[in-house]
């Protein structure tokens, strides 16, 4: 191994004791595969299998916590116990490569095409409908209380799932516009009870969630499951999450007792939008600071070769997620372990799928959107 690469290689320590064999984890990615009864596909395994031989765990695609929670085609379920033989099925495939397993806990919120959700009702915290490609969707039903409730309640049956399957953990899927996000935002959150109207207020339900989860895996699991939360920094609209308010929910989460947190971005070095005095610093750095070591933080985005790894590493940051690299290079951690970083492949190869092992629908997806991988 090159040493300038070698602390990505060294083994790190999470809060409660588990180790995990190097620095880089697999960032979790939707493969919209799974058969339409919300059970996993061979192809999904394959793909699984594929990527899980050089990170030390791997994060799973996000998988609905509720059936009114699905947000993509081809998605896999953990709603209900009958699930829990699919789930299995990826905890095991990802374990026998050697990384550890952990499974994205999510609900779609408005996000929800509503032609997948029991019907065609989608929900979220308020009537906010979700804008995309510019145009508005769909006006969501506001939860009521309870129902938001039963949702909370339902993350932890999905935990104790995930337990019963094998999982080495779960990641709260906080991110990327999805239930618990909107629930935070000021721009899809308009409610006036306890999940609304101050940016306290607005944490609760993110928070009520991790409670949940903790509680759960306190009953049912042990120490060693993993329990992480995944978040946004910000938000484009008016009212939206500013970085000044997830550096509010993040020191919140920093004290929970969670094994990590993960900051979803697309670049690694971006700077903050607003909210903060000085625009020129990274929204890692203000987030490394905020923490104050209380938790590791997983960084991710754009992070292409081992230089782009190496240089995110010198912020300090103590673990590094690859997303988009992996499907282009599944070899990524292990060309960086043999000296081999000179020949990690950095723009996804058209005529590769088969090579690469990826499922047919994710494979469309990919090569039919420009822009969103590199070489397309
Ligand atoms: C195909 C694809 C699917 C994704 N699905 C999810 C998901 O299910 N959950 C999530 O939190 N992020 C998801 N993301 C975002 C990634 O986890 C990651 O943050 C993003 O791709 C930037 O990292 P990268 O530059 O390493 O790819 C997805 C990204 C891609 C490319």
Redesign the pocket.
């Known amino acids: 191994m090159n040493e300038r690469y070698e602390n990505l290689l060294t083994t790190f320590t999470l809060p409660n004791g588990v180790e995990l064999k190097n620095r880089l984890v697999m ?5 919209y595969s799974s058969n339409v009864d919300g059970t996993v596909t061979d192809a999904e395994i394959k793909y699984y299998s594929r990527r899980s031989s050089g990170v030390s765990m791997v ?4 998988t609905h916590v509720t059936p009114n929670g699905q947000g993509f085609h081809g998605q896999f379920a953990s709603h209900s116990d009958e699930f829990i033989p699919s789930l299995k099925r990826v905890a095991t495939a990802i374990k026998e490569q050697g990384a550890k397993a952990v499974l ?1 806990i ?1 609900h779609g919120g408005k996000m929800s095409p509503p032609e997948l959700v029991p019907n065609g009702v989608i929900v979220s915290a308020s009537d906010v409908p979700a804008v995309s490609g510019g145009e508005e969707g769909k006006i969501p039903k506001p939860l009521t209380e309870s129902e938001a409730e039963e949702i909370i309640e339902a993350y932890g049956e999905a935990t104790r799932r995930a337990i019963q399957a094998g999982y080495d953990g779960v ?1 709260i ?1 906080g ?2 516009g999805y239930l618990i996000q909107q629930f935070f935002s000021g721009h899809s959150n308009r409610r006036d009870d306890r999940f609304g109207g101050s940016l306290e207020k607005r944490m609760a339900f993110p928070l009520a969630v991790v409670d949940k989860v903790k509680s759960v895996v306190e009953k049912h699991g042990d120490a060693s499951f993993i329990v992480g939360y ?1 978040f946004s920094p910000e938000e484009p609209e008016e009212k939206g999450i500013t970085m000044g308010d997830t550096l509010t929910l993040v020191d919140a989460l920093a004290e929970k007792g969670l094994d990590y947190l ?1 900051v ?4 690694f070095f971006s700077t903050a939008r607003r909210g903060v005095e000085d625009l020129s610093k990274t929204r890692i750095e203000y987030l490394l600071e905020k923490i104050n070591e209380r938790v590791p933080l997983i960084g ?5 070769s081992a230089e782009d790894a190496r240089n995110a590493f010198a912020t300090g940051i103590p673990l590094l ?7 282009i290079d599944p070899d990524w951690v292990q060309k960086v372990a043999s000296g081999k970083e000179d020949e990690i492949v950095t723009k996804i190869d058209k005529e590769k799928q088969e090579e690469l092992v990826v499922p047919d629908p ?1 494979w469309n ?2 090569v039919n959107i420009p822009g ?2 590199p070489g397309i």
């Open positions: 960032a979790p990615m939707t493969h994060i799973t695609a996000c994205q999510y990641e899927h991110a990327n995944r993960h979803s971005l697309g670049e991710v985005g754009s992070i292409y997620a690859l997303g988009r690299e992996l499907i994710l997806k990919i969103w991988f």
